[in-house]
């Protein structure tokens, strides 16, 4: 299909966090994009994801709008398992620390940043069907309008409708726990705080407060956040009766509860998309996968599936690459998917009551009191120890490239800073070819030094390489050590044939 008989080149479904950043960037890549969003508004209601992770910070950073977020939030650790915080403190980053930030805050900024890159969003619609041809996706809006588009990319959540519809089965572990988490207003005033019973983990706390040498602080007036773990498995929109049944049952009292703003529920479910990609349908965020919220991993990790697929969607548009490359999102994100969801069902089950796991989860809090198992899961859980699967080589090869402080021929550079506009980018530290003429306008080159160590998440110093080869998501693609070996196959691989 040419370019002027579609009406955007992808078209994406779900305004959440994953759907905007994943807008975000085709939008920084000159692609059009437009976003259909069933919300009528970007307000979020409810006590949705409460923080960001160290990577995902760093993603934001590289893309120049983390000063937003950093002004919203408030750092602090975040990252924890078996009831033990995992301090990132001496990790080699720049936010050696995650955010807490409520989805209600971060996913307005994300909404206030597209916006600015003039990303169009049709809200008050829903996708009702779509129908997918040789050179495009036209979709159906519940207006009774039509889009048509190269992609479609379904960001609308763990019902996905995209997903059903594409066909894509959707396997995993069913639910064994459901929880009731609301937003309220109480007549009486409770003890705050957060405890476990006989069955689960049972909440109640202001929804504004501060932490204050690692203690929650409440505020002495506003709304009220409550979570009840159910005595009995659950699906569906709860009601306000059904959250007075179990506020009874965990605390013995429901407390006058009554105004609720907002009342969902959610389970331990796990599971993941047999495959993101079918063709020109693509998956992202919890329309990929779901699980248990233990340890605050969905928001950050559709971020991330964002970030992965926006620069290669991009280039396959643009025609500088093969539609192959798509493929890579699904061969990286997957494995990257799955590890998570362990990880998340792993915690979930740890968090249950009884003397059995009590003894399990008191023995993973002591092994995670030495630094060298501290780090290994920390690494994980933040996303900076995260690495793709690029082959063999420099222990740098499909890791998150440092942030490193550089001096160039236009000054003090830092690395994120050379990727705010997403472009993959080449750093040449030592004199020799690397000559990415061929690739003149896809990929940024610059010669640097820089005087600070070359050191990883979780693997401490590695080699110092002569030259870099950096995607535009932050991972690198190549390590140059002392020679251009492998360089044009990796620049073709990743950008596309020579010109």
């Known amino acids: 299909m040419t370019a002027h008989a579609t009406d955007h080149a992808v078209v994406v479904v779900g305004a959440g966090p994953t759907g905007l950043m994943l807008a975000g960037e085709l939008a920084l890549a000159g692609i059009a994009v437009a976003i259909v969003e069933k919300r009528a508004s970007s307000a979020v209601v409810g006590s949705r994801a409460g923080g960001l992770h ?47 930030l409520r989805q209600s805050r971060s996913e307005p900024l994300m ?13 008050a619609r829903e996708v009702t069907g779509f129908t997918e041809t040789g050179d495009c996706v036209e979709v159906a809006l519940s207006d009774g309008t039509r889009l048509r588009a190269l992609y479609l990319v379904g960001c609308d959540g763990g019902q996905s409708l995209v997903r059903r519809l594409a066909g894509i089965a959707f396997p995993g572990e069913d639910a064994t726990i459901s929880n009731i988490i609301a937003n309220v207003e109480l007549a009486e005033t409770p003890a705050w705080g957060i405890r476990q019973d006989a069955y689960g983990v049972q909440s109640l706390g202001r929804l504004d407060y501060r932490v204050v040498d690692g203690r929650i602080v409440y505020a002495d007036t ?15 929109e709860p009601t306000l009766a059904e959250l007075k049944a179990a506020m009874v049952a965990a605390f ?3 407390f006058g509860v009554h105004s609720p703003t907002w009342l969902s529920r959610f ?36 971020v991330h599936d964002a970030v992965n697929l926006g620069w290669k969607l991009a280039q396959v548009i643009r025609g500088v690459s093969p539609d192959s490359l798509l493929d890579t999102y699904h061969a990286e994100r997957h494995p990257a998917g799955a590890d998570v969801l362990r990880l998340t069902m792993a915690a979930g089950l740890l968090q249950r009551p009884g003397a059995r796991i009590e003894a399990v989860r008191g023995v993973m809090a002591e092994m995670l009191g030495g630094d060298e198992a501290r780090r290994h899961l920390a690494g994980r859980l933040s996303g900076l120890a995260l690495r793709y699967d690029l082959g063999e080589g420099h222990p740098l090869l499909g890791r998150r490239m440092p942030d490193l402080d550089l001096d160039t021929a236009a000054g003090p550079r830092r690395v994120f800073a050379l990727l705010r506009e997403a472009r993959p980018l080449l750093l040449r530290f030592a004199p020799g070819r690397f000559d990415t003429s061929p690739w003149a306008g896809r990929v940024q080159r610059v010669d640097a030094a ?37 360089l044009p196959e990796a620049l073709t691989r990743w950008f596309g044939a020579p010109a």
């Open 267 to 302: 389970t331990d479910a796990t599971r993941q998309a047999a495959t993101y990609r079918r063709g020109r349908v693509l998956l992202a965020g919890d329309a990929a996968h779901i699980h248990y919220p233990a340890g605050g991993q969905g928001l950050n990790l559709g």
């Open 222 to 236: 506003g709304p009220v956040g409550v979570l009840v773990t159910e005595r009995q498995v659950n699906t569906g």
């Open 111 to 123: 909404a206030a940043w597209v916006d600015e890159l003039g990303v169009p969003v049709h809200r």
């Open 54 to 100: 160290a990577r995902t910070l760093e993603l934001l950073d590289q893309r120049g709008i983390v000063d937003r977020f950093l002004a919203e939030g408030q750092p602090a650790q975040v990252t924890g398992f078996a009831g033990r915080v995992l301090d990132l403190g001496d990790f080699p980053t720049r936010f050696p620390y995650g955010l807490g």
């Open 450 to 486: 820089s005087a600070g160590d070359w050191v990883l998440p979780v693997l401490g110093p590695v080699p110092a390489p002569t030259a870099v080869l950096v995607r535009p998501d932050g991972y690198v693609a190549w390590v140059g050590e002392g020679t251009d070996a492998g």
């Open 252 to 254: 013995g009292s429901d």
